[in-house]
């Protein structure tokens, strides 16, 4: 049973489909799972390991701690939950209600994806699932917590929230799950994580995954883990066969005429464009909007209802092109997005990789664009040798820029700014 105050979310489940991302030989009945997840496993149509999972299994099923070095997509969502099931079928729960388990994410997307896939991969196995993260009414999510919950999955400042308050008690959890650990440093969670992790159980098992096993990683590893396993599956194991890579070195100011030739050339039902800053979102949406096409905004600072409305929008094909900043680089599970423009590219090559990852999901090919220009073209170097290949470059001409039919932006926010308030005298 798992409750989560959003839309659905999309099918894919914690485990990725087998078209589109490596199978080993190993499969989950020959490992030590408890049938009631095996069936869970079964209903998803999955039944050999992914290279992570292959991994970490053999050494979590046993109770060991992990530092797992692991991208986005490559099933280590489905290696954490198959071993907070499997601790929490085989122990009897010692408080009447205190969480048996607990999932930190660094993003309320993330959160709510992991909700969803442990309703799917414990199915069978009748545990409790709540999912807390800010941006939601404070009290309504309170009452989620209340009664026997099993496991809770959240972000770390509504969990610390709820700590403080004593609305959720980490005492007795068995299972503490850190995921994506390196974005949790670049989001600034550090001393977060360190209050949350400090308030469990000292007897837990604790599993840490991590783009990156950096020294800052593995520092808060060996602080607070016992001896962890240290798996690593690299970047190049995971990255996207379906998925068609190009490159465009173009001015700055050509940026916006050649995206719209791309985007009518390639005519996408889905299209995510990704961008650096917020400004440069609220104008780039503006330009498309302006230039016919259904597009529409999506960053951190957006309300977290807005942002769900927006993703169910996109999954549904009312918005042709979600304009993004990275916070739509993970988390954001959507099928049949035919088309990632890397308008900007990323200051952190690792985010290149989740970028892309959007597209060529399910087992369909993808197509993803990237746009150099001379404010960031220092940044290509870095990508390219994070993915471990050289993108293929193409030529464009100057017959593929098309003409900007929309109005200035600035001209227009400042028509619409409302008026400054009048000095008293």
């Not at 969990?159 to 989001?187: I, N, S």
């Not at 073209?377 to 030529?395: D, F, H, N, R, T």
């Amino acid at each position: 049973m798992s409750e989560i105050e959003s839309p659905a979310a999309d099918p894919e489940s914690a485990v990725p489909p087998s078209t589109h991302v490596p199978q080993t030989e190993l499969a989950f009945e020959e490992l030590p799972i408890p049938a009631q997840i095996l069936r869970g496993l079964d209903d998803l149509g999955f039944a050999r390991c992914t290279p992570i999972q292959a991994r970490s299994l053999p050494h979590t099923l046993h109770g060991a701690d992990l530092a797992g070095q692991a991208q986005t997509g490559t099933g280590k969502t489905a290696a954490f939950l198959i071993t907070i099931f499997k601790e929490l079928l085989e122990t009897e729960r010692v408080h009447p209600t205190a969480p048996r388990a607990v999932v930190v994410a660094p993003t309320r997307e993330l959160a709510l994806q992991i909700a969803k896939d442990a309703g799917d991969v414990g199915k069978h196995c009748h545990f409790r699932t709540v999912a807390v993260f800010g941006g939601m009414d404070w009290e309504k999510q309170a009452k989620v917590l209340e009664g026997t919950v099993d496991l809770v999955v959240g972000t770390p400042g509504r969990m610390m929230d709820y700590m403080r308050k004593k609305y959720l008690d980490l005492r007795h959890v068995q299972v503490v799950v850190v995921d994506e650990a390196d974005r949790m440093f670049d989001m600034g969670f550090v001393a977060d994580i360190q209050y949350i992790l400090g308030h469990c159980s000292p007897d837990r098992q604790t599993l840490l995954f991590s783009a990156t096993l950096s020294y800052e990683v593995m520092r808060l590893a060996h602080q607070y883990m016992r001896e962890p396993v240290q798996i690593r599956v690299e970047p190049e194991q995971v990255t996207a066969k379906n998925v068609e890579q190009r490159l465009y070195h173009v001015s700055e100011r050509e940026k916006m005429p050649f995206l719209l030739y791309l985007l009518e050339k390639h005519q996408p039902r889905k299209a995510l464009v990704f961008i650096n800053t917020k400004r440069a979102g609220e104008w780039l949406n503006f330009k498309l909007f302006h230039n016919g096409w259904n597009s529409e905004y999506m960053s951190g600072d957006i309300a977290q209802k807005k942002r769900l409305r927006l993703v169910e929008e996109f999954r549904e094909g009312k918005i042709e092109v979600l304009v993004a900043t990275d916070v739509a680089a993970r988390g954001l599970h959507v099928d049949d997005v035919d088309l990632v423009v890397n308008f900007d590219l990323p200051l952190d090559a690792e985010d290149y990789v989740h970028r892309i990852g959007r597209t060529g999901r399910a087992g369909q090919k993808g197509l993803a664009l990237a746009l150099a220009d001379e404010a960031l073209v220092e940044k290509l170097a870095a990508i390219e040798k994070y993915i471990g290949q050289k993108l293929p470059a193409e030529i464009h001409t100057r017959d593929m820029l098309l003409d900007d039919l929309s109005p200035s932006f600035r001209e227009t926010v400042l028509k619409h700014r409302p008026p400054p308030p009048r000095r008293r005298r």
